[in-house]
């Protein structure tokens, strides 16, 4: 299973971007990149997923690197809102399962 | 449209004892997958259904099972409980089994306490 690397913990100031970095090495060619978060004491969110390409939503984009092995997952303006645990998950093809990393706690200051 | 239900919301039981949890997945979507989240574990996968078959499971004892139905809702039992078995359980429901290409929504989970 294609396994996710992220940071444990990341800081950012209210109304500023967000870069939140994502390594999949092991990713194979028809693997997606999914990004969820979760808030306190709620369950997971969706945020984006994407495949080769660049990806906008009305929450977030999602930068993939060339070769596939790093994504970014970028909040254009952080609200306190924001803060929560984010999820980086490559979907194994064909075996119909999601592995969740650690995730990436982020910190937001007013 | 309405989103991942799940019931109970919080559940306490007793060591050795049974549970089902119950999930009513967004209508229209026919994956239905179960994880459970611990302080300790974090998000484990359990189990995935589509069309009322099972497609995978994740690294979990014989004690954990699940169905679905063919209205898709889905239910997941575990029996014998042990007091690892405290966590949140999370449901979530996807348009079609495609190695994702769809997102998963998931439920507000049940949070089961085994004494």
């Known amino acids: 299973d294609a396994k996710t690397t992220q940071p444990n913990s990341m800081e950012s100031n209210e109304e500023e971007p967000v870069h939140l970095p994502c390594n999949h090495s092991t990713i194979s060619g028809t693997d997606y990149i999914h990004w969820y978060r979760q808030l306190p004491s709620q369950g997971p969110e969706y945020v984006i997923h994407?495949?080769?390409s660049n990806v906008n939503n009305r929450m977030a984009s999602l930068a993939i690197a060339e070769d596939r092995k790093s994504s970014t997952l970028i909040l254009h303006r952080a609200t306190l809102r924001d803060a929560a645990v984010y999820y980086c998950i490559s979907y194994n093809t064909g075996g119909f399962k999601t592995i969740f990393g650690a995730g990436t706690r982020l910190f937001v200051k007013a | 449209k309405a989103g991942v239900t799940q019931t109970p919301r919080y559940l306490i039981k007793t060591r050795g004892q049974q549970v089902t949890l119950s999930c009513s997945p967004i209508s229209g979507h026919r994956s239905v997958s179960w994880y459970q989240q611990t302080p300790g574990q974090g998000l484990q996968f359990l189990f995935e259904y589509f069309s009322e078959t099972q497609r995978n499971k994740g690294n979990f004892p014989g004690r954990f099972s699940g169905r679905q139905f063919s209205n898709s809702r889905s239910e997941m039992n575990v029996s014998t409980l042990e007091l690892g078995d405290s966590a949140l359980y999370l449901c979530a429901s996807s348009l079609s089994p495609g190695q994702g290409i769809y997102e998963q929504y998931f439920g507000p989970g049940t949070r089961l306490t085994v004494t």
């Open positions: 994407g495949l080769t």
